[in-house]
């Protein structure tokens, strides 16, 4: 059988990470981010090592060009190495967004925004593999990308990532939910944490604090990106299905209504989730502004599982009936 790209670009990562990861008694994740840059920088940048295991590194790098590959085949590969290393100690809120929603959520962008150029923000970027699979389908558009997340090495993943890939991207290492040093922007995606808060002080600037207990830190990531994006933006979220079901919800309902226009609700397939409870949709919303309009009725979908490609063709017909009835500018 012969080896894909992406399985020949994977091994590369996950033979030098593996030698790196014994070097540098660090984590297997931690060796990925220094293998990703050793392979950005066509050197290796790790001098303490001894000579042999420096040509052994050397060896394996001159073997592939990144040249060769495209930006997905680089994605897909390093997101691997990231997945085998996410299967050891990672918490449940570190878990990657599937391919399959960071596809449809590139879709969705494409079919919103037909600006060439614009800004683009993800405050929850984790390693930024959603950011990344956004960007990769914007292929004829300039994006300028944002990214905040408070776990150091999520976001040294980000950011070798973003090298690899060759993307605009600018990362803060800090909490998401402090201020943020962020521009307005045009677009904000986000598979939003799920939990609580533990800042009480700090939630108590926002409209969705909850008056008893800790509030619920998706409710704040929606509303700080709310507070980040421009008059008119989009936001594309990805939620639990039970968002607005929750004791808090009442003041997540009175922001939206307040803020937002609500574009679309599109559920996404079971099959993508191991259980029930933990299934998702996409929540889209426009923020509201001078001579912003709210759609005639918003896009609700449930979609099929994304392999019926008869049912898939049938649901993006009837989106695009949508589109048409309600002109973005």
Not at 45 to 54: A, P, T
Not at 77 to 101: E, R
Not at 172 to 181: A, K, M, R, T, V
Not at 195 to 224: C, M, N, W
Request: proline residues 3%; glycine residues 6%; hydrophobic residues 40%.
């Amino acid at each position: 059988m012969s080896v894909t790209q992406v399985e020949q670009l994977f091994t590369t990562f996950n033979v030098t990470a593996d030698i790196l990861k014994e070097e540098l008694d660090c984590t297997y994740l931690e060796a990925v981010a220094e293998t990703g840059e050793n392979m950005f920088h066509g050197s290796v940048l790790q001098k303490d090592l001894g000579e042999f295991i420096i040509k052994r590194l050397e060896k394996a790098y001159g073997e592939i060009s990144l040249e060769d590959y495209s930006k997905e085949e680089i994605r897909r590969s390093f997101q691997l190495a990231i997945l085998k290393g996410m299967q050891v100690n990672i918490q449940q809120h570190h878990q990657m967004t599937p391919d399959s929603i960071g596809m449809f959520m590139g879709y969705l962008l494409n079919k919103f925004i037909t600006k060439q150029s614009y800004s683009l923000l993800d405050p929850a970027v984790g390693t930024g593999n959603l950011l990344a699979t956004v960007i990769n389908q914007q292929e004829s558009k300039s994006i300028f990308a944002t990214g905040s997340e408070i776990d150091d090495v999520l976001i040294r993943l980000a950011y070798v990532s973003a090298n690899l890939l060759g993307h605009d991207v600018e990362l803060f290492n800090q909490d998401s939910l402090e201020p943020l040093l962020v521009d307005p922007v045009d677009a904000v995606v986000c598979d939003l944490p799920i939990g609580y808060y533990p800042v009480d002080e700090r939630a108590k600037d926002f409209e969705v604090f909850a008056e008893t207990g800790h509030t619920y830190s998706h409710h704040l990531f929606i509303e700080q990106s709310g507070r980040h994006a421009k008059d008119g933006a989009y936001l594309f979220f990805v939620i639990p299905n039970e968002l607005f079901e929750s004791e808090q919800s009442g003041y997540l309902h009175k922001y939206i209504k307040n803020n937002m226009n609500v574009q679309g609700i599109l559920q996404l397939p079971s099959s993508l989730f191991k259980n029930k409870n933990a299934a998702k949709s996409i929540l889209i919303l426009q923020k509201k502004g001078e001579g912003i309009k709210p759609p005639k009725h918003a896009l609700l979908a449930e979609l099929p599982s994304l392999s019926d490609s008869g049912a898939m063709r049938r649901i993006l017909d009837k989106m695009d009936e949508w589109f048409k009835e309600n002109k973005q500018e």
